[in-house]
């Protein structure tokens, strides 16, 4: 017997992601105001969570001397990692979807999709791939094939 398509759509977002965790890590640069640059960082993060997953906060050194401050985020927790890569998936344009799948193999390795993200779209709360001075976005599958994560990707809308 067949299903209602809303039925099939329903069972999908129901299943869990194969996803271990995923880390944000975004870089302050001495000319950023902090707390703006951590406020783009969170955008990424339901509203559910955006209180509950913590930045730490590591002070670096540039090139130049420059100050830097890294903030960087681990999220393990199964249900807070479906619903920030759900909120990826369902934040990002359509256009950078296609050209994330187009890419994959350069955007993968040992089970690692990486992501770059627009700080400054973020922080306006869109979501869009972006190369120069990004959020940097690790999602670690735990199927590790690229076969296996291009499938759920697609499956969870990461991926036309």
């Known amino acids: 017997m067949n299903q209602p398509i809303s039925q099939i759509v329903m069972n999908a977002l129901s299943s869990k ?4 965790y995923i880390d944000i890590r975004v870089f302050a640069h001495a000319t950023e105001d902090v707390d703006k640059v951590l406020s783009a960082a969170r955008s990424l993060l339901p509203t559910t969570l955006i209180d509950t997953v913590v930045f730490g906060k590591s002070n670096l ?10 903030l960087e985020a681990r999220i393990k927790e199964k249900n807070a990692v479906q619903a920030v890569f759900e909120r990826v998936s369902s934040g990002l344009r359509i256009l950078d ?14 089970g690692n999709l990486y992501m770059r993200l627009d700080k400054q779209s973020a922080y306006l709360n869109e979501i869009k791939l972006y190369q120069t001075d990004p ?13 296996e994560v291009i499938d759920a990707c697609r499956k969870f809308g990461l991926l036309p």
């Open 17 to 20: 992601i194969p996803i271990a």
């Open 61 to 70: 050194t540039g090139h130049y001397g420059n100050p830097i401050i890294l």
């Open 97 to 110: 979807k296609e050209l994330l799948s187009s890419q994959i193999k350069q955007h993968f390795d040992r």
């Open 135 to 147: 959020i940097h976005l690790r999602i670690h599958f735990r199927k590790h094939s690229l076969e």
